[in-house]
């Protein structure tokens, strides 16, 4: 038995400031039919749930309405330097509070932007691009991440149904070991209440033999088995 992926979750947010980069996400995520549309290479699109917010405050909303209905965000793309309210970091540090599942892409122009330092401010899955980045690039990247959350949620839901098959053997392993241990002492009882009678019986036979003047019958062993 192996874990399977039944749904890919394709929830995705998306936020930055900048009109032509939520364009953009717009475009290659979830795309209208029209001119000048991008056309995904993959033979079998996959289709995203999008969600474009400006600012910070916005997407802690967005992950914690959706959790309320019992969704989640499996991918949360984030400018780094957002021109409204809380920067990036901020951001992804809230929104692992309130979903430590959702994979954080920062997505930045900035030359200095330091991977390292930012991978070590922020706990949990963070990747990282240069903006600008090709339509193409940005839809694998997406789609990667978001059947990389779907796996190991199967994983975890696979993992925890076996945990829950070996706690059921256990029991019932249990149950059996405490069927043998009662039968075993009802055999001792019974062996013990022949050995008794086996040791009683020819007085027995004695005494009844005196108080009816005869000699006592052959005497049957009794034995175990």
Known sequence: MKPTIKNINNHVLAVDSDPAARALYQNVLQPIAGAGS???PAADPANFDLTLVEQGRDALSAVEVLKNKGGQFAVALIDVHLSLG???L?????????DPDVCIIFATADPAFSTKEWSQKVEGDVLFYRKPIDADELY???YNSCRGWS???ALAEFRSTLELQVELLDHQVEEKEQALEIMQKILQYRDQQLLELNESAPEQLANNAERNGSLPPPLLQLTTV
């Open 86 to 88: 809380i920067d990036g």
């Open 90 to 98: 901020e951001t992804a540090r809230h929104i692992h509070v309130i």
């Open 38 to 40: 991008y056309e995904c």
């Open 151 to 153: 796996q190991n949620h």
């Open 140 to 142: 694998q990247v997406i």
